[in-house]
Structures are given as C-alpha cells and as structure tokens.
T-cell receptor, first 116, second 113 residues
Framework: NAGVMQNPRHLVRRRGQEARLRCSPM?????VYWYRQLPEEGLKFMVY????????ESGMPKERFSAEFPKEGPSILRIQQVVRGDSAAYFC??????????????FGPGTRLTVL | QQQVKQSPQSLIVQKGGISIINCAYE??????FPWYQQFPGKGPALLIA?????SEKKEGRFTISFNKSAKQFSLHIMDSQPGDSATYFC????????????FGRGTQLTVWP
C-alpha cells in the first residue's frame, strides 16, 4: 500500500516564477492537508481540502498561494511569483476522514522548494 | 501565537538513557495529541498518539504521559538508541472536528552511542 506521494522532491525556482507542488494521497483517503516547514521551525498548517472542496484555508497567505484537489488527479499547491521567503519544505498529509476518534494524518516525504 | 509549546529545543542523551520531551497547550478544545518523528530529508511519521480520556499510553519503548488539568503532555523514550536520533514534534487538534494539526517547534534528539 503506497503511502502519500509528493513530487517533485526538490524544486528550484527563480524569483517571479511559478511553483507547482503535487500530492497524491494514500489509497482510500479523501482528505488532504498542506503544511509548510521553515528551517528550525515546526510545521505550519496551510490548507485542508477534500475532493473539489476547500474546507479550511486559514493558514494560506492571502496572495500568490492557491490549492486544489480535483475530482481526478493529485492535489496541487501553486505558488505564483515566488520570492526567497517561500523557500521551505512543503508537506502534504492525507487522512481517511476529516477528524474523529479513528482519524490519523499520514505525511508524504515533502517537496523542498528553493527560490534563487 | 504558538498553540502548542514544546521543550527542550534540543536534547542529548546517552545510549540506554531516558529521553523526555515536554509539550503544553492552551486550547481546552484539543482532544487528540499525536507525536511525530522526523528524520532528515523525510516527512514526519506518526509515532504514538493519545486522547485525554487516559493519562498514559505506552507502545514499546515510547510512552506518552498526559496531564489534563495542567494541559501538558510528554513523550518518554526508554532505553534510547542511536537510531532514535531524529526531530520529534508534538501536535494537537480538535479531533472531533476539522483536522488541522497544531505543531510544536520540535525537539532535535541526539543519542550518543
């Protein structure tokens, strides 16, 4: 049973370019979360999605960042016009439910974004 | 505002010793407290989790102690091994509702052989 998959694992962009990060949840999971990890810091929640729905985007910067989880295909985190401060590790997690006693979030290996 | 506070930031333990990492939270609505282990270049992996209806949970060498009245919980690693060297994150959320996790800043554990 494959775990959460993320690609690319490493992404280098120049300032002003777009970054597109992909996440395929575990089989049978319909809930996806995106977190950002800056050096020497914990993970910060960005957005929580279900298929075709954004449930909670309270952690997303208001500009340049967007996320989607279409009916078919992976979830995508898109960062437009990247700046150096966007350099971080971006992790995707999935869960079978959106909460509840038996729910657990499983994390992917992350995408390390470097903005030159 | 950091919803979950974790200490220490780094910890060095001799092989065979006990590693203890502490976390505190403010939001009494939190009812699910997982610990994640992260190795360099990898994603966080769930280690052990507890809900506030019990005060302790043990899985192998890993134990979570939970103090609801003090709003604190801790991870104990017994007989620490060099392979345990990693960064450990505590987290919390309102498990009954939306799934976002609030993470502590992490503890970098080094176990010397």
């Amino acid at each position: 049973n494959a775990g959460v998959m993320q690609n690319p694992r490493h992404l280098v962009r120049r300032r002003g370019q777009e970054a597109r990060l992909r996440c395929s949840p575990m089989k049978g999971h319909s809930h996806v979360y995106w977190y950002r990890q800056l050096p020497e810091e914990g993970l910060k929640f960005m957005v929580y999605l279900q298929k075709e729905n954004i449930i909670d985007e309270s952690g997303m910067p208001k500009e340049r960042f967007s996320a989607e989880f279409p009916k078919e295909g992976p979830s995508i985190l898109r960062i437009q016009q990247v700046v150096r401060g966007d350099s971080a590790a971006y992790f995707c997690a999935s869960s079978p439910q959106g909460g509840g006693p038996a729910d657990t979030q499983y994390f992917g290996p992350g995408t390390r974004l470097t903005v030159l | 505002q950091q919803q979950v506070k974790q200490s220490p930031q780094s910890l060095i333990v001799q092989k065979g010793g006990i590693s203890i990492i502490n976390c505190a939270y403010e939001n009494t609505a939190f009812d699910y407290f997982p610990w994640y282990q992260q190795f360099p270049g990898k994603g966080p992996a769930l280690l052990i989790a507890i809900r506030p209806d019990v005060s302790e949970k043990k899985e192998g060498r890993f134990t979570i102690s939970f103090n609801k009245s003090a709003k604190q919980f801790s991870l104990h690693i017994m007989d620490s091994q060099p392979g345990d060297s990693a960064t450990y994150f505590c987290a919390a959320n309102r498990g009954s509702t939306l799934g976002r996790l609030y993470f502590g800043r992490g503890t970098q554990l080094t176990v010397w052989p």
